[in-house]
C-alpha cells in the first residue's frame, strides 16, 4: 500500500477515523481512487541511511 498526504479533512467511512489537512493516510490504489480530491500526492518512502564507518 502506498501513503498519501491528506489535502482536505475527512472521516474515513470504513474506519470511522478523521483525517485532517497534512496527516498521511495508507491506502491501496483503489481506494486511493475513491478518496480523490481528498488525497494529495504519493508520499515517497524514506530509505534507511548506512552509517559511514
Known amino acids: 500500500m502506498k ?3 491528506v489535502t482536505s479533512a475527512f472521516i474515513d467511512r470504513h ?15 483503489k481506494r486511493a481512487e475513491e478518496l480523490q ?3 494529495g500526492s504519493e508520499v515517497p518512502e524514506k530509505k534507511p541511511q548506512k552509517k559511514a564507518k
Do not use: I, M, N
Not at 15 to 29: H, I, L, W
Open 3 to 5: 501513503k498519501y498526504k
Open 15 to 29: 474506519t470511522r477515523v478523521e483525517y485532517a489537512v497534512g496527516d498521511v493516510y495508507e491506502a491501496g490504489p
Open 37 to 39: 480530491g481528498f488525497l
